[in-house]
């Protein structure tokens, strides 16, 4: 059992952050400047109110900053003057609302690790496909279409993921009729579109390799996956392929994760949420199979304030690395 500080007691904590630690049988505390024992969360038994961040802190394995983004700074600088070499660092998504929140770099190294808080990279729809990627020689994903299915910084997130971590060359938005919009990324040689408006109960994604198609709609082609959730009495219990049924990870950890979130209440019902969930296990357990920290939720967050003002993107990889990005990095030291 682990101990668990979440700084901020907002939508994210009550929807996302306390159900996957209460899956976990963690125990949990809270901090927020307007927390009062009336507070409905603290009825809970496993939940405690922290009244005070001073050297205490080090009690914790893992502190959860889910706060507005222009506080983030101020608090993680708060933090860091604490010892807490042994405590992990978990930073709620978008990082960058304010560019100048890349200051927050220089105090990565005052924490045991520093992790970015993106459940979609561990989406099991995301997570199935990978494996399906590299088990059935589908070859190199060409393009990810997100068809009402993807916001902002998520899906960029997810996307840039599977592709293993490729740079955005250019990016462009399109307003469409009607409040729609089309923003397109182009990497090395794929490319991501992203249809907005959002809508999560009737939007699609689907993954186009070079030997097959992966869905979560169904699509009448060769060589096709669709992957598609088992649902039951308006939770998920399990995944299929094209109708069969499919593990997302190590079955025990997965049979723990679906019987707790069938039985747990929720504020949030929505499948969507659920899926959030148990993304923010997999990546607690560190079983995401990917390490998504702070320059990684930094430069996805970024994007979306660039090409939303300036309609279009351009940049350059040098070893791997964005141009642009790593010229902000140098100016907000």
């Not at 978008?94 to 970015?116: C, D, E, T």
């Not at 997130?157 to 089309?182: C, G, H, P, Q, W």
């Not at 079983?287 to 939303?308: H, K, R, T, V």
Request: proline content about 3%.
């Amino acid at each position: 059992m682990s101990i668990n500080l979440i700084i901020g007691t907002g939508k994210r904590a009550r929807e996302t952050i306390i159900p996957a630690l209460e899956i976990l049988d963690d125990e949990i505390f809270l901090y927020s400047r307007n927390l009062n024992s009336k507070n409905p969360l603290l009825t809970k038994n496993y939940i405690k109110q922290l009244t005070i961040i001073d050297s205490n802190l080090k009690k914790f394995d893992r502190i959860f900053i889910a706060i507005p983004q222009h506080e983030i700074y101020s608090y993680i600088f708060k933090l860091s003057k604490f010892d807490l070499k042994k405590v992990e660092l978990f930073i709620d998504t978008p990082i960058i609302g304010q560019i100048s929140n890349l200051r927050i770099k220089k105090f990565i190294k005052f924490f045991k690790k520093v992790y970015v808080t993106e459940d979609w990279i561990s989406k099991p729809f995301f997570k199935i496909s990978n494996e399906l990627i590299k088990n059935n020689n589908l070859g190199n994903i060409k393009k990810i279409k997100f068809i009402n299915s993807g916001f902002s910084y998520h899906a960029l997130a997810a996307a840039r993921s599977i592709l293993k971590n490729k740079i955005v060359l250019f990016a462009k938005k399109t307003n469409l009729k009607n409040d729609n919009i089309i923003y397109k990324f182009y990497f090395k040689n794929s490319k991501i579109d992203l249809v907005y408006p959002v809508d999560y109960d009737k939007g699609k994604t689907i993954i186009y390799c070079e030997n097959g198609i992966i869905s979560d709609s169904f699509i009448d082609k060769p060589n096709s996956y669709f992957i598609s959730r088992k649902i039951n009495n308006n939770r998920i219990v399990g995944y299929m392929i094209n109708g069969n049924p499919i593990n997302f990870t190590n079955s025990k950890v997965e049979k723990k994760i679906l019987s707790k979130i069938f039985l747990i209440k929720l504020e949030n019902h929505k499948l969507e949420n659920q899926e959030k969930i148990i993304s923010l296990v997999l990546k607690l357990l560190h079983m995401d199979n990917q390490f998504y920290g702070f320059f990684e939720g930094a430069y996805d967050s970024f994007l979306f304030p660039m090409i939303g003002r300036f309609k279009y993107y351009f940049d350059f990889s040098f070893n791997g690395r964005s141009v642009i990005f790593n010229l902000f990095n140098l100016i907000f030291k």
